[in-house]
């Protein structure tokens, strides 16, 4: 089952903040983060596990419920560097075990302007 | 440098063609996969392995094939069963859990 990213699209000016999300129907052993420029391929931005831990990145962080099956992820004092699509990728509990088997979102498209 | 390779960048085929889409890496990673892509969508898993000489269907396995002999290479091969093979592909290695992803083939047959 695919998770459900909102929202599809956000456009900010530089130094503003956002907040993308990703809620799966299914429980969640982890959640991985990607920035995708067009044409190119996918950067990994950051993964967390079960446990409800937040990480961070610079200025990007992000948290995970694993209660409500939902992960957010932060972007603050926006660059233009951070325009791209963002794509939360899934992976659901299977026994304890990770089988590193990813099911991503559609993706949310994130335009920062100067 | 440490990396995955993918050849070619661009590919045309004509249709009924089988092709293979070649993944290499050299970051000694154990677990490989292939994604695909279309556009303004998100990425669906086609085969992913765990470890040499073993493999799994993803989501959309149907239409295409895979084999992993060596640690370093996991290839597509893209088969005329496949009924809408255009597309954007991308081979990922993994460690840990986080996943790598190679510059990808953008296939295109008519």
């Known amino acids: 089952q695919q998770p459900v990213q909102s929202p599809q699209a956000v456009i900010l000016r530089e130094g503003e903040d956002a907040v993308i999300n990703c809620s799966s129907s299914?429980?969640?052993?982890?959640v991985h983060w990607y920035r995708q420029k067009h044409g190119e391929a996918p950067v990994f931005l950051m993964i967390l596990l079960k446990g409800g831990e937040q990480k961070g990145h610079e200025k990007i962080s992000a948290s995970f419920n694993e209660k409500k099956q939902q992960s957010s992820l932060y972007l603050t004092a926006s660059q233009l560097s951070y325009s791209g699509t963002y794509f939360c990728?899934?992976?659901?509990?299977?026994?304890?075990?990770?089988?590193?088997?990813?099911?991503f979102g559609q993706g949310t498209i994130l335009t920062v302007h100067p | 440098d440490g990396g995955i390779t993918q050849s070619p960048k661009y590919l045309f085929r004509k249709e009924g063609q089988n092709v293979t889409l070649s993944c290499e890496q050299n970051?000694?990673?154990?677990?490989m996969y292939w994604y695909r892509q279309d556009p303004g969508q998100g990425l669906r898993l086609i085969y992913y392995?765990?470890?040499?000489?073993?493999?799994q269907k993803g989501d959309i396995a149907e239409g295409y094939s895979v084999s992993r002999e060596k640690k370093e290479s996991f290839p597509l091969t893209v088969t005329s069963a496949q009924k809408n093979p255009t597309a954007f592909y991308l081979c990922?290695?993994?460690?840990?859990?986080?996943?790598?992803f190679g510059p990808g083939t953008r296939l295109t047959v008519t």
């Open positions: 990922a290695s993994s460690i840990s859990g986080e996943q790598y």
């Open positions: 970051l000694n990673h154990d677990a």
């Open positions: 392995s765990q470890i040499v000489n073993d493999f």
């Open positions: 990728g899934t992976e659901i509990v299977a026994g304890g075990t990770s089988y590193g088997k990813l099911t």
């Open positions: 299914k429980a969640l052993y982890s």
